[in-house]
C-alpha cells in the first residue's frame, strides 16, 4: 500500500522536512508514504482566492493517481482519534487501494474536489508546515499501533 500526501506549497522550513522525513523513514516498506508538494497559485494583489485554490485543485486532481481512495484534510471533516485511525489504516490495507490525502493551500481545498471522505486533524487552525509534521506523524502513529509497537500511549481502557 502507498500512501500518497500532495500538499500544496513548496518552501517548507528544514525543520518540516526534517519532521516529515524522520516519520516517513519509519514507517515499513510495505506502507510507504510518498510525499509531494505542488506549486501554489500565484497570488497577485487581485484577490481572488476562489481563482487560486481553482488553480490548486486542478493541480491536485491531475496528481492524484486513478483509483486512490481521496482523503481531503478539512477543519470541518471528521475527527479521529489515533485509534479509530488505525482501525481505517488497517481497512486501506485490506482493500488494497492507495490513499492519497490532499493538502490545500492558504486558502483551502478548492470546494469542487470530490474527495471519498473528509479528515479533520484538529478543530484548531495550523500553519501548513505544522499539518505536514502532524500528519506524517498521526499516520505514523497509526501503523504502530496496528503493529503493535509501544510507541503509542494512548488512554488505558
Known sequence: MRLRILAIGNKMPAWVESGVAEYAARMPPQCRVEWRALPMA??????????????EGERIRSATPAGSEKVALEVGGKVLSSEALAQRMDAWFLGGR???????????????????????????????????VVLAEQLYRAWSIQAGLPYHRGAEE
Request: charged share 30%; aromatic share 10%.
Open 98 to 132: 492507495d490513499v492519497t490525502f490532499w493538502i490545500g493551500g492558504p486558502d483551502g481545498l478548492d470546494p469542487e474536489l470530490q474527495a471519498d471522505w473528509q479528515w479533520s486533524l484538529s478543530a484548531l487552525t495550523m500553519a501548513h508546515p505544522v499539518v505536514r
Open 42 to 55: 500565484k497570488r497577485g494583489r487581485s484577490g481572488d482566492p476562489i481563482r487560486w485554490r481553482r488553480e
